[in-house]
């Protein structure tokens, strides 16, 4: 059973950066499909930055610049470095996993199966 475990979540100041982390279990990294989604309160569910089944890295364009996403296979986990965080960011963070997909599919939180807990991000101004 695959599990997904998100930290690194915390309240921080505008400018400030956050590294999230997300830990699986059960699943070792593969061609399938990650990515970190966020939901604001009131607000529908957003992709942030994902990989696909070429390891191409697609980010949102709210967060162009600002995010770096890597993954440590050894330790199947997959981090999102987010870097100048505005207030708009704040938002419960999640990662998922898909099956094989390319492109802006990434971005799209109902083709992911598999998801986390989430972590918070609070970004005050």
């Known amino acids: 059973q695959v599990q997904l475990v998100e930290s690194g979540g915390g309240s921080v100041q505008a400018g400030g950066s956050l590294r999230l982390s997300c830990a699986a279990s059960?699943?070792?990294?593969?061609?399938?499909?990650m990515g970190w989604f966020r939901q604001a309160p009131g607000k529908e569910p957003g992709g942030v930055a994902g990989i696909d089944s070429d390891g191409g890295i697609i980010s949102a364009d709210s967060v162009k610049g600002r995010v770096t996403l890597s993954k440590d296979g050894a330790k199947n986990t997959l981090y999102l470095q987010m870097n100048s965080l505005k207030p708009e960011d704040t938002a419960m963070y999640y990662c998922?996993?898909?099956?094989?997909?390319?492109?802006?599919?990434?971005?799209?939180?109902?083709?992911?199966?598999?998801w986390g807990q989430g972590t918070q991000v609070t970004v005050s101004s």
């Open positions: 998922a996993v898909g099956g094989r997909c390319y492109g802006q599919i990434v971005l799209m939180d109902n083709f992911f199966v598999t």
């Open positions: 059960g699943y070792t990294f593969s061609d399938y499909c």
